[in-house]
Each structure stands twice: as structure tokens, then as C-alpha cells.
């Protein structure tokens, strides 16, 4: 079945095309779901639970060493409410446990629209934001970078600064607030295969 002839080059654009193109989509951000999980997974047995996701909230401000800081404060709450309100619903047999699966398919049927990026995980960035930048000048520069995201999600310093530099859209040597949301988004919801924030949580496997 036809669908359209492209202007530029003449093709014709099929129905498969478009199944195949939605294919590449869902296996990106597939992909990006399982590279999460893993971080997600903190103990590692496989699922995430409540459990998780608040150490792993506890990972991120040992990292700091920010304990007692109201924005740990917040970012505990904010991930326990992201843990209600986002992944608790995904757990389709009510094990309170969230599998791999389980999380994939309920990732693919909620970050469907970037336009509900605000309500879904910028609370949550903004909290990583602020716990990432101690020093209160709202940007992120390589050092605290490299120190949220390779000392407590196990990423490689090298692979801290290839995506640092890659998202510093300015080349400012710092990331401001923008710049941070913009990579979130494009992780959760975007589907293109050469955007740098692919590999936000480290590197993606083809």
C-alpha cells in the first residue's frame, strides 16, 4: 500500500515502512527501558520494588554526601511518589514486584506524550538537579557530573564525558537546567538512534 512519494528522493513510502520505522522506535527505546531497570534494579535480583527505588535515592545522596539536606529530603519523597504513581501500576500481577516485562510495557503505555514530561519525571529532575549541583550556581559542570552519574550509577568516568560534552549543547562546560530536562526527555520519550542522552545511564547495547 502506497502511503506517500517522498519529495526528495522520490520513494515511495509504504505501509511496511511505517511499521518498520515504528519498530526501530520501540526497539530504541526498549532499549533505553532494560538500561534503566538495571540501574533501577539496586539489589539486583531482578525486579524492582518500593525498596529499590528509595535506595536508590540513598545511592544518589551518599554520592553527595548530602544527607540531611532538604533536597534529599525531596528527592526521597519525589521518587517515593514517582514509585506510586508511575511504576506501582505497572505490576500487573500484584507481587508488588515490577519485572523487566512488566516495567517495558508500562514505560511504552505512559511516556507515550513529552508533553507530560512536567508531570511525570521533571519533580524527580529537578530534585537530581539540584542534589547534582551543591554549589547553588543551577548549572552542572563535568566534575558533578561525572560524580552523580559515574560514582553512584556505576558509569565510567570515560563514558561520563563523552555524554557530558555531548549534551553540552552551548559548550558552556556546564549544563544548565534546560540542557539536564532536555536529556531526560529525550532518554524517556525520544526515539532518535544518534541522540547523546541514549546513553544517559550508560551506554546502550545495539
Known amino acids: 500500500m502506497r502511503l506517500s512519494d517522498d ?14 520505522a515504528h ?22 535480583d531482578g525486579v524492582i520494588t518500593r ?19 532538604p ?12 514509585w506510586t504513581h508511575v511504576i506501582a501500576p505497572m505490576d500487573q500481577d500484584g507481587d508488588g514486584k515490577i519485572d523487566l516485562r512488566e516495567m517495558t510495557e508500562g514505560f511504552r503505555r505512559a511516556l507515550t506524550d513529552p508533553g507530560l514530561y512536567p508531570q511525570q ?28 552519574f559515574g ?23 556546564a549544563l544548565d537546567r534546560a540542557e539536564f530536562h532536555q536529556a531526560l526527555a529525550e532518554y524517556f520519550y525520544g526515539n532518535d538512534p544518534d541522540a547523546p542522552a541514549n546513553h544517559l545511564f550508560g551506554r546502550v547495547a545495539d
Open 7 to 20: 519529495p526528495q528522493t522520490g520513494r515511495n513510502h509504504t505501509m511496511s515502512d511505517s511499521f518498520a
Open 23 to 44: 519498530a526501530d522506535m520501540t526497539t530504541l527505546q526498549d532499549r533505553k527501558y532494560r538500561q534503566w531497570f538495571r540501574g533501577a534494579d539496586v539489589d539486583g
Open 51 to 69: 525498596q529499590d527505588v528509595l535506595l536508590m535515592a540513598e545511592r544518589y545522596i551518599a554520592a553527595r554526601a548530602a544527607s540531611q539536606s
Open 71 to 82: 533536597t534529599a529530603h525531596r528527592l526521597t519523597q519525589e521518587l517515593d511518589a514517582f
Open 121 to 148: 519525571i521533571q519533580l524527580v529532575a529537578d530534585c537530581y538537579f539540584d542534589l547534582i549541583d551543591l554549589d547553588g550556581n543551577d548549572k552542572i559542570d563535568q566534575e558533578e557530573f561525572q560524580q552523580i
Open 151 to 173: 560514582l553512584a550509577g556505576n558509569i565510567s568516568f570515560e563514558h561520563c564525558a563523552e555524554v557530558f560534552t555531548a549534551l553540552d549543547l552551548d559548550g558552556s562546560g
